[in-house]
């Protein structure tokens, strides 16, 4: 019997990436190393980090004036890297947010320490279920930038697209979404993601920031959250994640014979209507983001009798259908989609579902 990880990340991968890493594990390339013991000064590891750069960049058609940039410490450490090199363009410090789940609230906090905040617009109210409204010009044109968060992994929901027309750059953490569909990058004066759902193995971001955005980091800003410093070391001011940067290069190969984003994106839509469309008709099942804003890589539903939860969780484990339950802060269910989650995948988890509620759970 296959196993599906629904898991929000680390997530499951595609399955030839994980054969190419296992082929490659011991030898990489007629090296006679491994890749996780060559050095990040070697030629060998030069090429993946520049093919993992270059397909990104050609696949999202980045303009040149961006710089992709690898961070340590994952999406979470952007939300003290991003006020800490961005805030010194405000004279008052401001940064500006639109609340849409867990993680931007977590997001606003942190850039909280550095500098005053301001919401824009919140969901909190209506349980996070919508991406709200947001009035471009409430935006004070002082503000250093203002921070959305793309796809909501907790919640479920997403941007239909990056916003436009706010009088300052937007930044966008784009963790759950970034190569699962096509976003204008451009449209933002920075997008940044942890590794752990579509790009390789967490605790490293990737971050796209645009030329004139680097240079304004305080003067007390650690050397490695210093945007500028990763510019000017191409990301090798000290030792990288070689393993991560090496599998991103191998996702990005992979998405690049998926036809590119493009399809990838068709992919993901059909998985995610396939869902969508199981939760719409049933009576048992209760989809938790309002219609137009639901999120394709993260469907999050609860069961009309909560009490079926448990049997639900240990059934679908026993089916292979992997970790399904919600975030601890959300409850209910959710089933990630990201691009390693096959069709047949999703197909197995509406069948099982299917079979639970006609069995009365
Ligand atoms: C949208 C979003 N932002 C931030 C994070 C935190 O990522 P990390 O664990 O890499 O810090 C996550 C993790 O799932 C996320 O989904």
Redesign the pocket.
Known sequence: MPTYNFS??PAMWPRPVLHQIGAELLDFQGTGVSIIELSHRTSAFGEVMDTAVRLFRELTGLPEHYHVLFVH?????QFSAVPLNLIGRSPRRLSCHVET?Y?SLRAREEAGRYGPTEVLASSAGTGFDRIPPVNHEACPPDAAYVHI?S???VYGTRWAEMPVGFPVPVVA?A??DLMSRQLDLARCGIVYA????NLGP??L?LVVVREDLLGHALSETPHLLDYGVYARTGSLSNTPNIFAIYVMSLMMRWIADQGGLAAVEVLNTTKAGLLYSALDRSSLYVPTALHDHRSMANVTFRLRDESLVPAFLARSEDQGLLALRGHFSAGGLRASLYNGMPLEGVEALVGFMEEFERCGG
């Open positions: 929000s990340g410490g994952g999406a979470r450490m789940d993680f968060t796809n909501n992994t953490d963790t759950s942890g590794f752990q759902k967490s605790s971001a």
